[in-house]
């Protein structure tokens, strides 16, 4: 029985710990979406860019919006709007942009 309460409390305090963590890494996204101007072209909601051609980020599947980022950033991706993103990702570290997109994600 005693082994039994120990992994409960081992377990409900790694389930807190990480529910710190990703509330951090959700705030720390949102925080960089503002600072690094992402919502200047998508939108402060993430959900409204100012012009239709620019994609709608929030709710996007988190590893997707992350692999974009990177692949902007490096030039594999150069087609459509990636040319007005690309001095953006200049400013976005890898850490930044999986924190940014997985708050996307979150939305």
Not at 17 to 28: C, G, I, R
């Amino acid at each position: 029985m005693l082994k039994i309460s120990k992994l409960f409390f081992v377990g409900t305090a790694l389930l807190l710990v990480s529910a710190v963590t990703m509330n951090a890494q959700a705030a720390d996204g949102a925080e960089l979406y503002k600072t690094k101007t992402c919502w200047s072209c998508h939108g402060k909601d993430a959900q409204t860019p100012i012009m239709p051609i620019y994609p709608k980020l929030a709710g996007q599947n988190a590893d997707y919006a992350y692999n974009q980022m990177k692949d902007i950033k490096s030039g594999v991706r150069s087609n459509g709007q990636s040319a007005a993103m690309k001095g953006v990702m200049g400013l976005v570290n890898d850490e930044e942009m999986r924190a940014i997109a997985d708050w996307l994600s979150t939305l």
